[in-house]
């Protein structure tokens, strides 16, 4: 297989409803969009999830876009590939950016899974026909507002709420979520704000008595000590999520005994090929994965479902409608779950068409490639 014609796509999308998370709110997503192209024509989608600026990690979309158009692109045009996972290697010299590194490598598999007329849950070794879905709600003006949101979507079907939580807005809510709601599932997702100190350690002992499913990401993402002694401390098991980036830091974490549970996101850790890794060696571990997310539009969703069809991913997944974050998505069918069940597609490549349209319609820039 050889690319011959690739372009990346600045795209922004309104959000339905503002999310906020510990470092800011926001009422819309610029994502980048990655087109392969191959010598027959054919065509994969890749998306690059980055945020827009550099709170979840240092990536932004602005860096992502000068990444990809300088380094990953110009190293995958004309070069010949078998399988996905020798697409990474051609741009292996570039360290970290595993936001850019992800769109690119989606965009491979989509490509990869079409060629060779299969589901891209199949060609990644997934055996799951549906996954079970949650939704991540962001913290809200007031408790009553969070209730609000909270019923919406149990009302919806969706058996697993995740709860953002920052220094302030912590214990008060889960106690009126557990409370309204006594047998829902629920987790706790801190984005590392706290630090390591004997007042986040309290907050989290107060959150222990609530039965929540984890606590996700409760210190700074190089924070393996706090997050080793913490989980030694709480019958909560504790989720890593910003920590982990690579195979190396997941090892890190498993001989620290930093946590109990991964969320693996496919665009944190640089793509479907390095996400299929780390469930891997999680599963050899026994540690459950989940997949997160970073709101993808339709093309990194799908991805996000694909991987979570692997037998590893046991807990709910952030694999939500896409109407839950978006008015109208750019793949057609749009993701839809009925009771918090998302089907995986078993149609080849991706999984729905590409909205090529509404990509031209929303996008800020496009630059294009050829061998």
Known sequence: MRIVNAALHDVELPLVHSFETSSHRKSSLRHLLVELTDES??????????????????????????????????????????????????????????FAKAGVDIAAWTLYADQIQQPLAQALGGSRSTVVAGVSLGIEPSIDALLEQVATHVESGYPRVKLKIAP??????????RGAYP??????DANGAYPGDAEAFEVFRALDQHRLTMIEQPFAPRNFLDSARLQ???ETPVCLDESVETLDDLRTALQLRAGGVLNIKVSRMGGLSAARAAHDLAQEAGWPVWCGGMHEFGIGRLANVAISSLPGFTLPSDVSA????????IIDPAVSADHGVVT?????GLGAAVRTDLIAAHAARTETFTA
């Open 344 to 348: 995986v597609p078993t149609v080849p």
């Open 232 to 234: 030694a401390e709480l």
């Open 168 to 177: 302030g807005w912590d214990v008060e809510p889960v106690r009126a979520v």
């Open 183 to 188: 047998d829902l599932d629920v987790h706790v």
């Open 41 to 98: 024509g054919a065509t994969g989608w890749g998306e690059i999830a980055s945020p827009a600026g550099p709170y979840y990690a240092s990536e932004t979309t602005t860096i992502a876009w000068h990444t990809s158009t300088q380094y990953l692109l110009p190293a995958v045009l004309g070069a010949q590939w078998d399988h996905p996972d020798q697409v990474t290697e051609l741009f292996s010299k570039v360290r970290g950016h595993w």
């Open 322 to 329: 896409s109407s839950k974050y978006y008015a109208e998505d």
